[in-house]
């Protein structure tokens, strides 16, 4: 099986940026983890900036992916653009974030993209990305 792991903005500086709420870990080496924890799963990575690359990534990776564990960071909260193509594409999508989206900023208790998520998964760190792998790998 092949899961596309899908980062929005800012999580390149994950291990830097605020890591009172995001940790003290890059993604590059809790992905590298994640693919010795589950070498029998074909894992790609994307992460991106910017919105349209994000829209692109997710319907890419759906013709070539059978699962996709989405975290789109603040574009959650933003992004129509990106909660069509979650609910345009035919393939499985968790939503993921590092931090209890809800226990944080109010803007942040909404997302455009739950309603077409397979689930949600918030506020365990990057072992979310983890369970969310957990998850895809016991849905038909």
Do not use: W
């Not at 983890?33 to 070498?39: E, I, M, T, V």
């Amino acid at each position: 099986m092949k899961i596309a792991i899908i980062n929005g903005p800012n999580l390149n500086l994950l291990g830097q940026r605020q890591p009172e709420v995001y940790g003290n870990e890059g993604f590059e080496g809790y992905f590298n983890f994640l693919q010795k924890a589950y070498s029998n799963v074909e894992l790609e990575y994307f992460q991106s900036n910017i919105e349209g690359e994000l829209v692109d990534a997710v319907q890419n990776f759906a013709k070539s992916c059978a699962r996709i564990v989405l975290n789109a960071a603040a574009y959650t909260h933003t992004s129509i653009a990106l909660a069509d193509a979650v609910a345009a594409v035919k393939v499985s999508v968790i939503e993921v974030h590092i931090s209890n989206v809800h226990a944080r900023e109010a803007f942040r208790h909404h997302s455009y993209i739950s309603p077409y998520a397979a689930g949600v998964i918030a506020g365990f760190g990057l072992d979310g990305y983890r369970l969310a792998i957990e998850g895809l790998l016991k849905k038909n």
